[in-house]
C-alpha cells in the first residue's frame, strides 16, 4: 500500500510526465494517477486522494469547475492549482473556491514539490484547505485558506509580494494571486485596507 496519493491532472503531456517524474524522485513512497481531464480523473481513481495537481486550462470541466466537483466529491483534499499562464483574477477565482494553492508551471521544480508538502502537512494536521483558518474574531463567516492566511500575517507584517514570495518559496505571480484572493474575500481593495480589516477581525496576530 502507497503512503500516500498523488492524482495530477494535465492535458500537456510533456509538462505532465515530467512533473510525475519529479514527483516520483522525491516522493518515492507515494502513488501517482495521471489524468488527461477531471471527468477522467473521476473515472480513474478508485481510492480518495491525498493531495491534488490541477490545470486550470483543461477540455470539458476546466480547473476553476473542477475545483468546485472535488471539494463536493473529497472536501478535505487539497487541491493545488497549476497553469503556465493565469490572469490574477482566475487564480483569486480558483483561491476563493477553496483551492489550497496555485503554482505557476514557470515556478522550479522544488517550489511544486515544496508546496506538495505544504498540502500534505496540512492533510495530515486536519487543517484542510477548506475548513480555512478563521480565528475568532468579530466576522466569522471570513474563511481563509492556511496559505492565505500566512500571506495576510505577511502582508500585514508590512512585507512586498517579492519578499513575501521568497519567504513562502513562490513565485510574485502566485503570491500576486493570493492578495487578490485577499483582498475579494476581506472586501477589500488595497493593502491598508486588508491590514485594518484583519486586524478588525482577529485574523492576524
Known amino acids: 500500500m502507497p503512503d ?5 491532472i494535465d492535458d500537456h503531456a510533456l509538462f505532465r ?3 510525475c517524474l519529479v514527483l516520483g524522485q522525491h516522493f518515492p513512497e507515494a502513488s501517482i494517477v495521471e489524468a488527461i481531464s477531471v471527468t477522467q480523473a473521476i473515472n480513474l481513481v478508485k481510492d480518495t486522494p491525498d493531495v491534488i495537481l490541477l490545470d486550470i486550462l483543461l477540455q ?3 480547473g476553476i469547475e473542477g475545483v468546485a466537483i472535488f471539494r463536493q466529491r473529497w472536501p478535505r ?3 493545488i ?3 503556465s499562464m493565469a490572469a490574477p483574477e482566475t487564480i483569486a477565482q480558483a483561491l476563493e473556491r477553496g483551492a489550497f494553492a496555485f503554482v505557476s508551471k514557470a515556478d522550479s521544480s522544488a517550489a511544486i514539490v515544496h508546496t506538495v508538502e505544504r498540502a500534505l502537512v496540512a492533510t495530515e494536521a486536519g487543517i484542510a484547505r477548506n475548513s480555512a483558518v478563521s480565528r475568532a474574531g468579530e466576522n466569522p463567516l471570513i474563511r481563509l485558506t492556511a496559505r492565505q492566511s500566512e500571506v495576510l500575517q505577511l502582508l ?3 512585507l512586498p509580494n517579492k519578499v513575501i514570495a521568497k519567504r ?4 510574485e505571480f502566485t503570491v500576486r494571486g493570493h492578495v487578490q484572493a485577499i483582498f475579494g474575500l476581506l472586501g477589500v481593495t488595497s493593502r ?3 491590514i485594518v480589516s484583519a486586524r478588525k477581525h482577529g485574523l492576524v496576530a
Open 60 to 62: 470539458g470541466p476546466d
Open 156 to 158: 500585514c507584517d508590512g
Open 81 to 83: 492549482m497549476l497553469s
Open 17 to 19: 510526465e515530467g512533473l
Open 168 to 171: 513562502m518559496s513562490l513565485s
Open 77 to 79: 483534499v487539497p487541491v
Open 192 to 194: 491598508t485596507q486588508a
Open 4 to 8: 500516500f496519493r498523488l492524482l495530477l
